[in-house]
């Protein structure tokens, strides 16, 4: 009963250093998703995939990379973390949205809080 | 562009009382649209949906209308206790395969 499932789950980086989040489902979702958290925000879209093999944009996408080599992972890198990075990231998953209004909610990890110095 | 407001926080209610949480969206065509919960130290778990206008979606107590003509879709319980206390939040489709969050809600229930 696993759902999704991200490591790790506390990390504390120094300026400048890279490192990658990872994301693993199993529900064989098609949809992968990462946001992250800040006070008062609510959550912002950093980057999703559609599928394996694909990714997109989200709202916030700079200074993140992403990608989807199989369908049940999707990792999210920091390429030079930047104390502006300091946050909590969660990953999410769903089955395809159908139609116009979409509808199908999405399943979240548990998170993983980032600190950079 | 796609929106979510919700009310600022925290809402601070004694157990058993009524909870609304306000929700109010921008009128993109007719997203469908979320409510989420939030415990300390978790990701976020869907309370309940609503896919087109009048739908009310409910759970746990819980229960939300979704009204076109006011474009919202306001969280209720009648009666809340010490263990919904969490963070709760808003959220509708923007059509582009993915959701838009409001801010969140803190609730905070005293026994």
């Known amino acids: 009963n696993a759902g999704v499932t991200q490591t790790p789950k506390f990390r504390v980086l120094k300026t400048g250093q890279s490192m990658t989040l990872l994301c693993a489902q199993d529900m064989n979702h098609e949809y992968m998703y990462w946001y992250r958290q800040d006070p008062g925000m609510g959550l912002r879209l950093i980057h999703y995939s559609v599928g394996e093999g694909t990714t997109a944009k989200g709202e916030v996408p700079d200074g993140y990379n992403v990608s989807r080599l199989k369908k049940q992972n999707f990792l999210l890198g920091l390429e030079s973390a930047a104390p502006s990075q300091t946050s909590v990231y969660f990953c999410?998953?769903?089955?395809?949205?159908?139609?116009?209004?979409?509808?199908?909610?999405?399943?979240f990890g548990d998170g993983t809080r980032l600190s950079i110095l | 562009g796609d929106s979510v407001t919700q009310m600022e926080g925290p809402v601070t209610l004694s157990e058993e009382a009524f909870l609304t949480i306000n929700c109010t969206y921008t009128?993109?065509?007719?997203?469908?649209l979320f409510w989420y919960v939030q415990y300390p130290g978790e990701g976020l778990q869907l309370l309940l949906k609503a896919t087109k206008a009048d739908d009310k979606g409910s759970n746990k107590g819980f229960e939300a209308t979704y009204r076109k003509e006011t474009t919202s879709f306001h969280l209720e319980k009648g009666s809340v206790q010490v263990s919904d206390s969490a963070v709760y939040f808003c959220?509708?489709?923007?059509?582009?395969?993915?959701?838009?969050f409001g801010s969140g809600t803190r609730l905070q229930v005293q026994p």
């Open positions: 959220a509708r489709y923007t059509g582009r395969r993915a959701l838009t």
């Open positions: 999410a998953s769903s089955t395809p949205f159908s139609g116009t209004g979409g509808g199908q909610p999405q399943h």
């Open positions: 009128a993109t065509g007719y997203p469908s």
